[in-house]
């Protein structure tokens, strides 16, 4: 059962990346009237490559980015296909398209486009529209579900101002780069970028770089550039960062050196290390991770980016005091995302219908004033609030709308390529003989035997 035309709402998704899409999905299920708005001319998000890198800030340091996307060219995915796919629709491997399981950027993108096709999404997004600013119409001062939301919107020369009953910001968090703080960065001259506009090794050919960060992007860029780099010197936060398997690495280059953090950057192109040591580099690559970034949200100071925690939100989705008709899709970061999405996607829809409905404002504030402390008690910086970790959260939230749990095999097969990394992160995405039971189960499971009608496919 669909919500009814009375409270049938017209809502603005930002953004038509994975979170957009099946975000957009759930809004038409339930009957409402959804507008997506996407400034790049196709589908994505993230997983859309633009090599075109030129006129974006090395650093990022623009509010309103000019490129979107971080993803280099030579990106595979550190997670297997299989557990990536949403809940109605499985990532499988298709004839003449890459058919590893760990594949590379484009065949996401390329499931992206097959879901987008598949449920007819393309009509409700308006492409190449650049949000500039979204402010509420008129804020009472108290909570209210009649709130509504002007979004301003730029597509070429043209501005467009539209009035909306509820706004889903589904904008990503990976492209917003986020840099350390260290001593001289302003005075050394030579080549300084963020990982968010590297492309390919070639124009490192010959230099000593120094890459910031032992993150996924870190250990990934530094194995590019052993083929085509004089010297790489990765510079890790803290030595219980270095896994078995970057170990492993580090010991087979020659032209592959570890050192702990910078201690400062020199006018001569010298990077001084903590330990003392230090290397005359020609350039510097920031794998340093992403800030969460609104620039055109306007809500009076009501929501908030505080050393990267977006808050207050209920369960990384709700603003209490604006809720439901401003939420948020895809903040959340270390889990099996595409799913995740999905259910978050299906609460906001069913809220704003009035199939279910969110607890009082002084419930979800003491929830949140609870998550935020047991982040604490564990040690979790502030910076890593949305960083989830957890299967169990994961299941909990489901249990919100009925949403079904993670299956064991999607567990399972996300633990094993953690594992495998860990000892080996050279192969890890091309050998795995520990999946094959787990794999028998994940193909004969109810979410790989569906009926997908793949005529309905362009």
Not at 57 to 84: C, Q, T, W
Not at 112 to 140: A, H, K, S
Request: glycine share 6%; aromatic share 10%.
């Amino acid at each position: 059962m669909i919500c009814s035309r009375a409270i049938s709402k017209k809502v603005c998704v930002i953004g038509a990346g994975p979170s957009g899409l099946v975000t957009a999905r759930e809004m038409r299920k339930e009957g409402h009237n959804v507008v997506v708005l996407e400034q790049n001319h196709d589908i994505g998000g993230q997983w859309l490559y633009n090599p075109e890198v030129e006129d974006e800030d090395p650093l990022g340091k623009n509010d309103f980015m000019k490129v979107h996307s971080s993803v280099y060219s030579s990106l595979r995915l550190a997670s297997p296909r299989e557990i990536m796919g949403f809940t109605d629709f499985p990532f499988v491997i298709k004839k003449d398209r890459d058919v590893r399981r760990f594949p590379g950027h484009r065949e996401v993108l390329l499931y992206l486009q097959d879901f987008c096709d598949y449920f007819e999404l393309r009509g409700m997004i308006r492409f190449n529209t650049v949000v500039v600013n979204v402010q509420m119409l008129e804020y009472p001062g108290v909570l209210g579900e009649d709130l509504k939301w002007v979004v301003r919107s730029k597509e070429v020369e043209k501005e467009v101002e539209e009035v909306f009953d509820a706004v889903v910001v589904a904008t990503g968090h990976y492209s917003k780069p986020r840099l350390p703080k260290i001593k001289g960065m302003d005075v050394w001259r030579r080549k300084q970028l963020h990982s968010h506009v590297y492309r390919i090794p070639e124009p490192f050919k010959n230099e000593v770089v120094v890459v910031v960060g032992s993150s996924i992007s870190g250990q990934d860029i530094s194995m590019e550039l052993v083929d085509v780099a004089k010297k790489i010197h990765l510079s890790a936060k803290s030595s219980h960062a270095i896994s078995q398997g970057l170990s492993k690495v580090i010991s087979k280059y020659d032209t592959l050196h570890l050192h702990p953090q910078i201690e400062s950057l020199h006018e001569d192109g010298k990077v001084l290390f903590n330990d003392g040591s230090w290397v005359i580099a020609d350039s510097l690559i920031y794998c340093t991770g992403y800030s969460y970034s609104f620039p055109f949200l306007d809500t009076k100071g009501i929501v908030a980016i505080d050393d990267n925690r977006v808050g207050p939100l209920f369960e990384h989705t709700f603003p209490p005091s604006l809720a439901p008709s401003l939420s948020f899709v895809g903040i959340p970061g270390k889990l099996i995302g595409f799913p995740f999405f999905e259910a978050q996607a299906k609460w906001i829809a069913q809220l704003l219908c009035g199939k279910t409905r969110l607890p009082s404002w002084d419930d979800m504030m003491l929830s949140i004033e609870e998550f935020y402390q047991s982040r604490d008690i564990a040690g979790i910086p502030k910076n890593h609030t949305h960083d989830i970790s957890s299967f169990e959260y994961c299941d909990k939230y489901g249990d919100y709308i009925g949403f079904p749990r993670l299956e064991k095999w999607r567990k399972e097969l996300c633990l094993s390529s953690v594992r495998n990394a860990e000892i080996d992160l050279e192969t890890f995405r091309d050998v795995y003989h520990e999946d094959e039971e787990m794999l028998q189960q994940a193909y004969q499971s109810s979410h790989f035997t569906q009926i997908i009608d793949q005529s309905r496919i362009p």
